[in-house]
């Protein structure tokens, strides 16, 4: 199993909407989270730090459940702007080992 | 405040021949991680250094590569006797270390093999 699993998508979804992403992770001993996004043949950049008790950074909120080992990426008002692949990751191994999953591709259309 | 620097940006090599690709991670930052990533796949994690120390290599193939991070100078991927399947993007990040998580990437470099 991998350690960390996503969604491939396309989620295709029209300027305005809401969309969801959720990640799964296999190792309960992970200690940090982050959601990254990467634009097509750039590198990736990270979006947002994922807490405990959940964050929110303007259209942007993360949680981590850590019963059901997932943690979301809720974009709200999608825009046009935020068409990219965003990729969860995960920090265990001591914190000497930041992997990541193969990424949920967005895509947001008028 | 410049961030973390990659180069070359873009590299070709012929089969058989070395590759040395360099990351200088952002000021203040002591901790490099390099990974690969292939046309339409995930980031695939290969090494993680401090000044002087490899931390967790984990992920490096057993033969033909090597990674160093000295105390003077940047981070070195450095892969022997290069094969077209060697062929992807690679890219660095850097972060404080273990307490600070975060971590940033370099624009990466396209390591084409001929």
């Known amino acids: 199993r991998k350690e960390v699993e996503q969604d491939p998508g396309p989620f295709n979804v029209p300027e305005g909407a809401t969309v969801a992403f959720n990640c799964t992770y296999s190792?309960?001993?992970?200690?940090?989270f982050f959601w990254y996004r990467q634009d097509c043949r750039k590198e990736p950049k990270l979006l947002m730090s994922?807490?405990?008790s959940g964050n929110e950074d303007g259209r942007f909120t993360a949680q981590l459940n850590r019963a059901s080992q997932y943690i979301s990426l809720l974009i709200r008002d999608s825009k046009l702007s935020d068409s990219a692949t965003y990729l969860c990751?995960?920090?265990?191994?001591?914190?000497?080992?930041?992997?990541f999953g193969t990424g949920t591709q967005l895509k947001v259309e008028l | 405040n410049a961030g973390v620097m990659q180069n070359p940006r873009h590299l070709v090599r012929r089969r058989g021949q070395e590759a040395r690709l360099r990351c200088s991670p952002m000021?203040?930052?002591?901790?490099v991680y390099w990974y690969r990533q292939l046309p339409e796949e995930g980031l695939k994690f290969m090494v993680y250094?401090?000044?002087?120390?490899?931390?967790?290599e984990s992920g490096m193939p057993k033969e033909r590569f090597s990674a160093e991070f000295p105390k003077e100078g940047p981070s070195i991927l450095r892969i022997q006797q290069v094969v077209r399947g060697d062929s992807a993007a690679y890219f660095c990040?850097?972060?404080?270390?273990?307490?600070?998580?975060?971590?940033?990437f370099g624009q990466g470099t396209r390591l084409t093999v001929v």
């Open positions: 990040a850097s972060s404080q270390g273990q307490g600070v998580t975060e971590a940033f």
């Open positions: 190792n309960s001993a992970s200690q940090s």
């Open positions: 994922v807490y405990s």
């Open positions: 990751g995960q920090l265990t191994g001591g914190g000497n080992k930041l992997t």
């Open positions: 000021k203040g930052h002591s901790h």
């Open positions: 250094l401090q000044k002087e120390n490899i931390i967790d």
